[in-house]
């Protein structure tokens, strides 16, 4: 008995004297936290011996960047946030030289800090009219989101641009004001329509709303900055008009060069006409499937309707009535009868035109059946029906591997974006 005791008693003392404790990291701060013997839950901050300039940098990150940077983001995003921040920069910077110009006209004498609060006076009427234009121009957007928002930036210092010079003609000030705020509309509808598509391109772990967060707050800061360096060059060298077109000019290209590599960063990875051809090229060509990263810096961003001929130089998107004549139209049912598309070769291109209920799945069959019909045709001087059958069955023999390894490498097929592209149902 008395040995049963004792063993009793160690193993109550044993059991006091284990303790269950974790570490916990929010905000930056790592916690230690411990049950004591008593059951009473003790917590202390762990010290960071880090340098401070350490410290400093892991804030900056968590404060404008995702959760788990790098590994939360796909490939380029930092590129991506470096320009868009100069972009940002320089943007509000020019703001505040078109405000200040803009007072100039009117015949005030602001001091450079009266000249943001301006801005607020006129953004009406005419930015709203471009509003309204440019937001029926959202299916052209989802098609080519980069090369909308280079368009936006490059009609967004249009606009500041006529506000900067309108000293030069005061009797024009309405004129000139209107004009630019109307461009300045249809920039901001623009650069918005864009802004999601291409925040979803990097979003790899369905942190899309984190991305979109961190993204605003990179501006908001970079906007402040730009505002504050506009306030001291429009107190020093661009006090006098011939300043502001030297400094106006220059801010302008940094601004446009910056947005060009912000959108050269970003692998979108929807299916549009362009990056459909490129993807049949490469796999024509190499066998591959390129995945967004691979295409991003190959994207024409402001002519992206060039024909591809390793793709079968296809044109999508034009009337059916245009493209089919009505002796062929059958022949063409006939061999395509279970699909959504047609096919109709001319001497410099093929013609796809796609069912209204097509997918991103059927654009790519026909692509496919284009780019095999173009390169067997070049052992042939008269195409046939017959080069069209064989391209067609090629197709279906290697498509399910195709559509796997395109899906594996992160493109979305459910969808095609051709814009404003014709489409026909039966």
């Not at 991506?80 to 030289?97: D, E, K, N």
């Not at 001497?347 to 019909?373: P, Q």
Request: glycine share 6%; net charge neutral.
């Amino acid at each position: 008995m008395e040995l049963l005791e004792k063993i009793k008693t160690r193993k109550k003392e044993a059991d006091k004297s284990m303790t269950v404790h974790w570490f916990e990291t929010s905000d930056s701060v790592s916690r230690h936290y411990q049950f004591q013997p008593d059951g009473q839950l003790s917590m202390r901050v762990v010290d960071d011996s880090r340098p401070v300039v350490n410290k400093m940098v892991e804030s900056f990150l968590n404060k404008f960047f995702p959760s788990g940077y790098p590994y939360s983001v796909s490939e380029g995003y930092l590129r991506y946030t470096q320009f868009r921040a100069l972009q940002h920069f320089t943007s509000a910077t020019l703001s505040v030289l078109s405000t200040q110009s803009l007072l100039f006209a009117a015949g005030l004498r602001p001091t450079p800090a009266q000249a943001t609060v301006v801005s607020w006076i006129l953004k009406d009427g005419m930015q709203h009219v471009g509003k309204l234009i440019c937001s029926n121009l959202g299916a052209r957007m989802d098609s080519e989101p980069k090369r909308w928002r280079i368009f936006a930036d490059i009609l967004y210092d249009l606009g500041t641009g006529l506000e900067v010079v309108s000293p030069l003609c005061p009797q024009l000030f309405l004129e000139l004001a209107g004009l630019g705020n109307f461009a300045k509309g249809m920039a901001v509808v623009a650069a918005r329509a864009t802004r999601l598509p291409i925040y979803s391109s990097f979003a790899k772990e369905g942190n899309l709303s984190d991305l979109f967060a961190k993204g605003e707050a990179i501006s908001t800061l970079f906007n402040v900055l730009g505002i504050g360096a506009g306030i001291q060059l429009a107190s020093t060298v661009c006090s006098t008009m011939q300043g502001k077109l030297v400094v106006g000019p220059l801010l302008s290209c940094i601004h446009v060069y910056c947005v060009i590599e912000e959108m050269r960063a970003t692998p979108v990875n929807t299916l549009n006409p362009q990056r459909t051809a490129m993807i049949v090229a490469n796999f024509m060509k190499t066998g591959k499937i390129s995945s967004p990263a691979d295409l991003r810096y190959q994207e024409d961003l402001l002519f992206p309707g060039r024909l591809i001929e390793d793709a079968g130089s296809v044109k999508v998107g034009r009337d059916l009535h245009k493209v089919v004549r009505p002796s062929k139209l059958q022949e063409l049912k006939e061999i395509f009868v279970e699909e959504k598309f047609l096919l109709n070769h001319e001497d410099k291109w093929t013609d796809l035109v796609l069912e209204c209920n097509a997918t991103g799945e059927d654009a790519l069959k026909g692509w496919l059946v284009a780019a095999y019909a173009a390169s067997m045709e070049k052992s042939f001087n008269n195409p046939s029906f017959t080069t069209l059958q064989d391209a067609y069955e090629k197709m279906n023999n290697v498509f399910p591997t195709f559509l796997s390894q395109l899906q594996t490498k992160g493109w979305h097929t459910d969808r095609f974006l051709d814009g404003t592209g014709s489409r026909f149902a039966w």
